[in-house]
């Protein structure tokens, strides 16, 4: 079977997997693998979903301390910065059960492999307990799958054993097959999750990507939702679609959102 037919193998397997599934209830929660029923969140609840985000090249260190503060208040599970911010907030929260995540290769994940390796075991050695990479969106259009897989391989290789690893596909740069091989490619390179986009280049986390993309990982692996999501609604629907976590800047908006309106 040559490349070709392998691709449109993997499409209509995705395909048909993705209408059996159609009107079940069961999402995933944090913890990738777990499944239940569409919840009901508080906002306490929904907190515990939130990679609280500050990725802005602009952003100064009294910023950093309020994401840190907030990560505190609201009891994010993690906050999410820039590789060269890692040591400063892994510092400031440490012991209080707070996850560090770091984006590598971030926001075009086209530098070479080695070099995003590399970033990936100082964010680790600086405090980093999870790794957010973005993958070689080039090599995956021009159909190098095997350029793909070595490069989130490489970067499994350079996690240690407990550090999640979530893999950036930046959806809305791809098509339906790009999405559907990406997923397939992270699952099989041993990723640990597989992420919508980086924000920095347009587009968003949207429902039926995060539909299709639980469809193709399936209930093991956890999928982040990243990208444009503003409140608590949104944020529910995403998770009701099949995120298991999620990236946001607008952390606090949302959850605060949530306490005036209620539980959703």
Same mark, same amino acid.
């Given at each position: 079977m040559d490349q070709n037919e392998l691709i449109d193998k993997i499409t209509k397997e995705v395909a048909a997997r993705l209408r059996g599934q159609m009107g079940t209830t069961e999402t995933p929660n944090t913890n990738a693998g777990t499944t239940f029923s569409k919840p009901r969140l508080s906002a306490t609840e929904l907190a515990?979903? !939130?990679?609280?985000t500050l990725l802005k090249p602009e952003a100064i260190q009294p910023q950093f301390d309020q994401l840190c503060n907030e990560a505190l208040q609201y009891k994010f599970m993690s906050v999410c910065v820039n590789s060269s911010w890692v040591p400063y907030v892994a510092k400031k929260?440490?012991?209080?059960g707070i996850k560090i995540c770091s984006v590598i290769g971030f926001p075009l994940g086209e530098m070479d492999t080695r070099s995003k390796a590399f970033e990936t075991r100082s964010a680790i050695s600086s405090g980093a307990d999870e790794i957010d990479m973005? !993958?070689? %969106?080039g090599a995956l259009k021009s159909r190098n799958l095997k350029l793909v897989e070595e490069d989130i391989r490489a970067i499994k290789r350079a996690c240690r054993s407990n550090t999640i690893l979530k893999v950036i596909i930046e959806t809305h740069l791809l098509t +339906? +097959? +790009?999405? %559907?091989?990406?997923?397939e490619i992270s699952k099989k390179a041993d990723a640990d999750y597989v992420k919508t986009c980086t924000g920095f280049l347009g587009g968003g986390a949207t429902v039926p990507d995060i539909a299709l993309m639980r469809a193709v990982v399936g209930p093991k692996l956890g999928v982040k939702a990243s990208g444009g999501i503003k409140d608590f609604g949104q944020a529910v629907a995403l998770i009701n679609a099949g995120a298991s976590r999620l990236g946001c800047g607008a952390s606090v908006a949302i959850i605060t959102g949530a306490e005036v309106k209620g539980n959703y």
């Open positions: 515990r979903y !939130i990679d609280h929260l440490r012991g209080t973005v !993958i070689n %969106v +339906e +097959e +790009e999405k %559907v091989l990406a997923c």
